[in-house]
């Protein structure tokens, strides 16, 4: 995708504005990002059910604006499943077979393999009606691997499922990019299912790619604020600091050591993860005073505050604080990321240069 608009009729708003994105063969690509951000409109772009203002698609070296959604060689996944009620699960699976006037006996044989594939041999003659939501998303998924196309688009496919049967589905979407070995493109707004699932993940916000890289890069090397904030749960943390030659201050208060740049001074904004800071026993450590605490099953979330700004500590949930008016904490200096007040970017990591 170069260079990429997306403007609709009478509307002054860019949906999405200089789009630009690589995607290899095999990858299973995520983008994510709240409700609005182009998501879904970027998918139904490379779909060809959106039509393209500005910019150009490829596909395997060939440009696609002006191709239509039938010539695409693409398969797509949609939320609501889009299964025909009157048809049975053969039936609603050969669909796109029979509307390109396969032969019956290929149509019998594809069919019967990919029901295989995704444990619907016993239900191909139900109707959607008789089936659970896990079986018609399965469905959904049969309709789309039967054509052998080299591309899925799936468009936030697992949020109608409940918290189980997403965690299952999630694995088997997995389990059957691995087999295949297409080239997926896959929409939500479940930072979960995009750490879980992605190859590479695309971080949306506004019509704008955030970020691009691995699940790894996205969490441990966040580009901005936004990418820090929407990606981990719970938040992470951002203090407003002050930055020194050596430490971090919040109130001439040190909170961390940090060997920083000469160029990196004055008042920053330093996010910590709840999970990177560590309780200790350490009578002159970070004084956090408790507000409030969530049980969490293996995991207890501490709300509360130091120095009058707002932290939440992630801690295990045998370390007993339910009487306790305040923890006495440590941030780790490596697991501290630095943002820029104004445009809330990075401050890259060649800027610290010793902890």
Do not use: W
């Amino acid at each position: 995708m170069k260079n990429i608009s997306k403007q609709y009729d009478n509307s002054q708003e860019m949906i999405l504005e200089n789009f630009n994105l690589d995607i290899f063969d095999k990858e299973f690509i995520v983008l994510v990002g709240p409700s609005g951000c182009g998501k879904s409109t970027t998918l139904r772009m490379i779909a060809g059910l959106e039509s393209i203002t500005a910019g150009e698609l490829s596909i395997n070296g060939q440009v696609m604006n002006d191709v239509s959604a039938k010539n695409r060689g693409i398969a797509m996944v949609f939320q609501n499943y889009a299964l025909f009620p009157h048809l049975n699960v053969f039936d609603n699976i050969a669909f796109g077979l029979k509307i390109r006037k396969e032969n019956k006996k290929v149509i019998k044989e594809r069919v019967e393999e990919t029901a295989q594939k995704l444990g619907l041999t016993a239900y191909l003659k139900r109707k959607p009606k008789d089936l659970s939501g896990g079986q018609r998303q399965r469905v959904a998924l049969g309709r789309a691997i039967v054509r052998n196309t080299n591309i899925f688009l799936m468009d936030e496919p697992l949020s109608n499922l409940d918290a189980k049967l997403r965690i299952q589905m999630r694995e088997e979407i997995i389990n059957l990019h691995n087999q295949l070995g297409t080239t997926t493109v896959y929409v939500t707004h479940d930072q979960t299912e995009a750490m879980t699932m992605a190859s590479r993940i695309v971080v949306l916000k506004d019509g704008e790619i955030q970020q691009v890289g691995t699940p790894d890069e996205i969490y441990m090397y966040p580009a901005n604020m936004f990418v820090a904030s929407f990606i981990g749960s719970p938040t992470i943390n951002f203090l407003t600091v002050n930055a020194s030659r050596h430490e971090l201050k919040i109130d001439n208060q040190k909170i961390a050591d940090l060997l920083l740049a000469e160029e990196v001074s004055g008042e920053l904004i330093a996010g910590i993860r709840p999970e990177d800071i560590e309780v200790t026993d350490d009578p002159t450590a970070i004084k956090l005073t408790i507000h409030r605490v969530e049980m969490m099953g293996a995991d207890k979330f501490v709300y509360g505050e130091i120095y009058g700004q707002k932290l939440t500590v992630r801690v295990h949930n045998e370390l007993n604080i339910q009487e306790q008016q305040h923890l006495m904490i440590k941030l780790s200096p490596h697991k501290v990321h630095l943002f820029d007040k104004k445009t809330g970017k990075s401050i890259i990591k060649d800027m610290v240069v010793g902890y």
